[in-house]
Structures are given as structure tokens and as C-alpha cells.
């Protein structure tokens, strides 16, 4: 197995801060609301069990399984759901839970297939945001980092299936 050269970008302490932040809005925002929050697998598992122990109101979790990744770094722009969500969200707040916003492929597919099951709205929650990348325009309701280049792994993130598991977030140098 090749040896990745890797910098940590954003520690773990940083990172805790932000995802509480994050539910701090969150909470704030669907008050009194029916909330259900979606975790793109397998990337934002990290995140969503992370934010779900920071949320200060009642919420249900769902997953759906997405993957606009062949392997490696280079998206491949075919996205495949090998798993949908089980909850009925009509006329619920639904905040999706991603790891990385990139193109924005994978996101837009994944909102349109929501839509069709009439929820009242849906926020987008991402722990990463790549902007500067994005060939649909789709924009995310609570960003935890903007990044402009570099792929990143760790805390869910991963290369080729490799450094999903660690604890801070690394940027892969070239
Ligand atoms: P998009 O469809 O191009 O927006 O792809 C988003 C998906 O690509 C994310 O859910 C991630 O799984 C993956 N991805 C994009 N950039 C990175 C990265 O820097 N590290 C790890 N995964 C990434
Ligand atoms: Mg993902």
C-alpha cells in the first residue's frame, strides 16, 4: 500500500467546536419543529453521531448510502443509492448530514429524491464546503469548513476506503 504524505488541517479540538456550533444553529433554527436528520453514508458517520449529542431539541436520524466516488480522489459524476431513507419525513424539517460538498453532484441528486417525499424543507449540513468546485449550483445551509483545494481525510473522510477512523482531519499533500 502506497505511503500518503498528510498534514493535519484541522485538529480534533477545532473540529468539536465547529460541530457544536453547527447543532447550536441547527437547534436554534427547528425549534418546535419535527426535525429528521439524514447521514450520508459512509462519510458523515463521524459527524452526524458527533452533532446528534451536541443538539439541544428532539430530532429522529435516518441514512441513505450515496456514492458519487469510484475509488481514489477523481468523482466519477454517476451517483449510486444502495440504501434510502426508512423514515416518513412528509411535512418534516429534513437536514441532510454530509461530510464533503464537492461538485455538488451527489447532493443534488440526493435533494431531488428527498423532495419527491414532500418534506416541509431541506437544509443541507456539511462539515466541509469546497466551494470553489461546484459544477451544480447548490449551496449548504451550515458549513463546518470552507475549504478552496486539497483532498482531505479523516473524521469520516476517507482515501479509497483509508483514514476514515482518524481523529482529526488531514490534508493529503501531493
Ligand atoms: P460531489 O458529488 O462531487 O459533491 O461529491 C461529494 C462526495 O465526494 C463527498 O460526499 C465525499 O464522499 C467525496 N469527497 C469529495 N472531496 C473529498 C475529500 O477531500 N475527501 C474525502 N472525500 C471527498
Ligand atoms: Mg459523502
Do not use: N, W
Not at 444502495?82 to 429534513?94: C, R
Not at 418534506?119 to 478552496?148: E, M, N, W
Amino acid at each position: 500500500m502506497e505511503k500518503l504524505k498528510k498534514r493535519v488541517l484541522y485538529p480534533r479540538e477545532i473540529i468539536a467546536g465547529r460541530v457544536k456550533d453547527l447543532a447550536d444553529e441547527i437547534s436554534h433554527d427547528l425549534e418546535g419543529k419535527e426535525v429528521v436528520l439524514v447521514g450520508v453514508l459512509k462519510g458523515a458517520f463521524i459527524i452526524l453521531a458527533d452533532l446528534t449529542r451536541c443538539m439541544k431539541i428532539p430530532y429522529v436520524v435516518d441514512f441513505v448510502r450515496l456514492a458519487s466516488y469510484g475509488s481514489g480522489s477523481v468523482s466519477s459524476g454517476t451517483i449510486t443509492l444502495s440504501k434510502d431513507i426508512e423514515t416518513d419525513i412528509e411535512g418534516k424539517e429534513v437536514v441532510i448530514v454530509e461530510d464533503v460538498v464537492d461538485t455538488g453532484i451527489t447532493l443534488a441528486f440526493l435533494k431531488e429524491r428527498l423532495e419527491k417525499k414532500k418534506p416541509h424543507s431541506i437544509r443541507i449540513c456539511t462539515l466541509i464546503d469546497k466551494k470553489q468546485r461546484r459544477q451544480i449550483s447548490i449551496d449548504a445551509d451550515y458549513v463546518g469548513f470552507d475549504l478552496d483545494e486539497g483532498f482531505v481525510v479523516g473524521y469520516g473522510l476517507d482515501f479509497d476506503e483509508r483514514f476514515r477512523c482518524l481523529p482529526d482531519i488531514y490534508v493529503i499533500e501531493e
